[in-house]
């Protein structure tokens, strides 16, 4: 980070906000395909700033939008529409600044990730707050994300590479994910039941199966970095 200081004890290390990117989501060769070009059509009025604000209001309208289910299922139909709204101002902001040659990567990282970690914080506490999660499993959701986020830009600072996401999956297929589990929300409900007196849906099972698969992947990347970086540094004798 800006400001931290180095291994060597000298000048503080650069953050590797320009580092590599790679992914290998089943998105990746769309987005790579229509994002240059959604930006290439946008009026030259628009900025990064405005499109990363755009994605903020949006997570808080998913959020809003999930609590009040509480009155109506029909709020799911807000919440798949600020999830596209998410994703066109979560993927832009960066493609417009790439495209347009006016990149400030510290900056664009820095607010990039921030935005990133509120957006999830909202959508989690919004599923938490509404009939259909256990605030407990929404939360587990958002500490697993997050977590994982945390890995991502260890990861970034030690092997100047920004791996984000693990596998196949990544954020916007997270939000393709909500969108079709919303409209099986609005066919079927939540499907209360209990186990031992605790009140569940379906969709906590889901939520559930999703934070243990979170912890999975972490572990596993977790050992793998591990000893990849301990063959390149042994421990002196």
């Not at 030259?44 to 809003?64: E, F, M, Q, S, Y």
């Amino acid at each position: 980070m800006e400001g931290a200081p180095s291994s060597s004890g000298g000048e503080p290390e650069r953050p590797k906000a320009d580092a590599e990117r790679q992914s290998t989501f089943i998105t990746t060769r769309f987005e790579r395909w229509a994002l240059p070009r959604l930006a290439a059509s946008l009026p030259r009025w628009v900025v990064p700033d405005h499109l990363t604000g755009l994605g903020i209001l949006a997570a808080t309208a998913v959020a809003v939008a999930y609590v009040l289910t509480t009155r109506s299922p029909h709020w799911l139909w807000l919440a798949n529409g600020a999830l596209i709204v998410h994703w066109f101002g979560d993927s832009l902001d960066g493609t417009l600044a790439r495209v347009r040659k006016i990149e400030r990567p510290r900056y664009g990282f820095y607010l990039d990730h921030l935005t990133d970690a509120y957006s999830t914080t909202a959508i989690g506490l919004g599923l938490g707050f509404s009939p259909y999660m256990l605030l407990a499993v929404g939360l587990a959701i958002v500490i697993g994300y997050l977590i994982l986020s945390i890995n991502v830009y260890l990861e970034t600072h030690v092997y100047g590479k920004f791996r984000y996401g693990y596998g196949i999956l990544g954020p916007t297929e997270a939000r393709l994910i909500l969108i079709c589990l919303n409209f099986v929300a609005l066919l079927i409900g939540p499907i209360p039941f209990h186990v031992k007196g605790i009140g569940l849906t379906v969709f906590d099972v889901l939520g559930i199966a999703a934070s243990l698969s979170m912890a999975g992947l972490l572990a596993r990347r977790v050992f793998r970095n591990l000893a990849d970086l301990a063959r390149a540094e042994p421990p002196r004798r």
